[in-house]
């Protein structure tokens, strides 16, 4: 299984991004895909996630900012992030859990990217 994410860097407060996440090596069909972020010296944190059928979740931290969504013929996750603000500045991992209604711990999901840097500064 790989999860490569893809489309960080930095931006300036204010601005956008659009995260994705290409998933090869598993039944995207049977996963939610979610999407965590880690900023230094803090726990890993669950930002949003989306069931097959495309029903989105997301923390409160990001809701009316942040936009996830899945392509499930081309194997993709994205994450549209508007409006950003220097407290989003993290590492951003995609996830995939095997479970069919979307759960927030980081432990029980199964998969997991690289990770990829976005840096919110001005």
């Known amino acids: 299984v790989q999860l490569v994410e893809s489309g960080g860097g930095l931006v300036q407060p204010g601005g956008s991004l659009r995260l994705t996440c290409a998933a090869s090596?598993?039944?995207?069909?049977?996963?939610?895909m979610g999407w965590f972020r880690q900023a230094p010296g803090k726990e890993r944190e669950f930002v949003a996630a989306?069931?097959?059928?495309?029903?989105?979740y997301y923390s409160d931290s990001v809701k009316g900012r942040f936009t996830i969504s899945r392509d499930n013929v081309l194997y993709m996750v994205y994450l549209q992030m508007n409006n950003l603000k220097p407290e989003d500045t993290a590492i951003y991992f995609c996830?995939?859990?095997?479970?069919?209604?979307?759960?927030?711990?980081?432990?029980?999901?199964?998969?997991w990217g690289q990770g990829i840097q976005v840096t919110i500064s001005s």
């Open positions: 989306i069931t097959f059928s495309t029903e989105p």
């Open positions: 090596g598993l039944p995207f069909g049977r996963y939610v």
């Open positions: 996830a995939a859990d095997k479970n069919r209604s979307i759960r927030m711990p980081a432990f029980v999901y199964d998969y």
